[in-house]
């Protein structure tokens, strides 16, 4: 079993539906392929996760702008990295190309506006992303110093910029890069993932102005294409109902669900249940109440690669404690989001 990197989609996924005999020789073809080139692309992400540690511990980070440059580069369906750069992305005839470049930019916006913070390493770095990577390709990731964004089959998955939840789960990796640092398996593993998510989610409320109970919780609801769609998916997981049928990759919902050596994509489902829980039992936006407890622990616990979901619920119930007050409304909605999941 391989181990999982910064990708949207699980392996498995993409493995299964490589096998699905129902599906035409391209399709399948094309996910495999998918899969495999998402492998090979976990090196490069690996080792800049080192040299960002290894920044972390050594100088910190001196500033390089006050808003960070966001930029963009067009693969031209080629796997050339990072691609040839679009000079005037915003005004750009390309949608793909003017909506990354538009969502990136309010990323930002959101990360500043919302939680004081100065890009992913809180020291200005560029915001640099490629897009229609590779022909067909059914993938998104974050390689630890960009983004790449594939175009989709149009069967299985869509253009993976559609998805506003997509944009800000992939720049969130990297804002765990610098950050807590987690690793890729186990425990530390479904943190990450789920901080991806949790942000994600906020970054698409937070663009759409929903609140914790206007808000539908789906991620990558918009990037589904037309075979997913036509098996009922209606989404790539739910963070309301992690083990949904519904959900293309459902996840377990329990803490004491989780197995050894399970893909992060899947033991993310507790944390997401807790988080989107927490949310709405508190009220008011995501992005005001829980999400400020979440970013203070990410970004007040230096780095912990080893991170246990026992260590980060207590952390988040104290981070509550510490700024809303006990007995607030976040603080019990943390308290119940955990417990719901046996955390
Ligand atoms: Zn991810």
């Known amino acids: 079993m391989y ?19 129902q599906l035409s020789e391209e399709i399948c073809k094309n996910a495999d392929y998918s899969a495999r080139l998402t492998q090979h692309l976990r090196d490069i992400r690996l080792q800049t996760k080192r040299l960002a540690g290894f920044l972390l511990e050594t100088h910190p980070l001196s500033t390089l702008t006050e808003n960070p440059e966001v930029t ?11 691609g040839s750069q679009v000079r005037d992305p915003a005004t750009s005839a390309d949608i793909t190309v003017s909506r990354t470049y538009t969502e990136t930019d309010h990323l930002a916006t959101f990360l500043r506006q919302v939680f004081k913070r100065n890009s992913m390493d809180n020291a200005g770095m560029t915001l640099m992303s490629s897009v229609h990577y590779g022909r067909k390709y059914n993938n998104a990731m974050w390689n630890g110093l960009q983004m790449i964004y594939g175009d989709g089959d149009g069967e299985l998955f869509i253009d993976f910029t559609t998805g506003t939840d997509v944009i800000g789960h992939e720049l969130a990796h990297g804002l765990t890069q610098y950050t807590l640092q987690l690793d890729y398996d186990e425990e530390p593993g479904g943190l990450n993932e789920s901080i991806s998510d949790c942000f994600g989610s906020m970054f698409r409320q937070w663009r759409f102005q929903q609140d914790s109970a206007s808000a539908d919780w789906l991620i990558g609801k918009e990037i589904l294409g037309r075979t997913s769609l036509s098996r009922g998916f209606t989404c ?18 329990h ?89």
């Open 72 to 82: 963009l580069f067009d693969c031209k369906q080629t796997l050339s990295l990072p």
């Open 3 to 21: 181990r999982c990197q910064c990708q949207f989609i699980p392996d498995d996924v993409l493995k299964r539906w490589a096998c699905d005999p």
């Open 236 to 253: 790539l997981r739910d963070m309301s109902n992690p083990g949904g049928k519904h959900c293309l990759a459902a996840q377990p919902a």
């Open 255 to 343: 803490y004491e669900q989780l197995k050894r050596g399970m893909d992060p994509h899947y033991t993310s489902g507790p944390p997401n249940l807790a988080f989107s829980t927490a949310c709405k039992q508190a009220g008011g936006n995501s992005w005001d109440t829980v999400g400020q407890v979440w970013f203070h622990v990410i970004t007040s616990a230096g780095q912990r690669p080893r991170m246990s979901m026992a260590e980060f619920a207590a952390r988040t119930r104290q981070a509550a404690t510490e700024l809303f007050g006990k007995e607030s409304a976040v603080e019990s909605g943390v308290n119940a989001g955990w417990q719901k999941v046996g955390l």
